[in-house]
């Protein structure tokens, strides 16, 4: 379930983007991702699990995994809250 969000999040993108900027919509989208992913995600993790590792132990990089997993109910509540705009922004990109 994690990964439910990808189909929906990159066709969206490519509908609301006029034609002549679909590349450049996809690549926005594929770095601010990847970016977060891979660059912000691990060392955010890291971080928790050091600041974690005084009380935990060794379990600090469980505990510090299972606390940045409340992001994905953060994100999952922002994607909520823009599909209800979705209409609207749907209309406006076909004029």
Do not use: C, K
């Not at 510090?64 to 992001?71: D, E, G, Q, V």
């Amino acid at each position: 379930m994690v990964n439910a969000y990808i189909g929906p999040l990159y066709a969206m993108t490519q509908n609301l983007a006029p034609l002549r900027m679909r590349a450049m919509a996809a690549a926005a989208l594929f770095f601010v991702i990847n970016f977060i992913g891979l660059a912000i995600g691990p060392q955010v993790i890291g971080i928790v699990s050091d600041f974690l590792a005084p009380g935990f132990g060794q379990e600090s990089l469980r505990y510090a995994l299972l606390a940045t997993s409340i992001s994905f109910v953060w994100s999952a509540y922002h994607l909520w809250r823009s599909a209800g705009t979705l209409r609207e922004d749907l209309a406006l990109a076909v004029e």
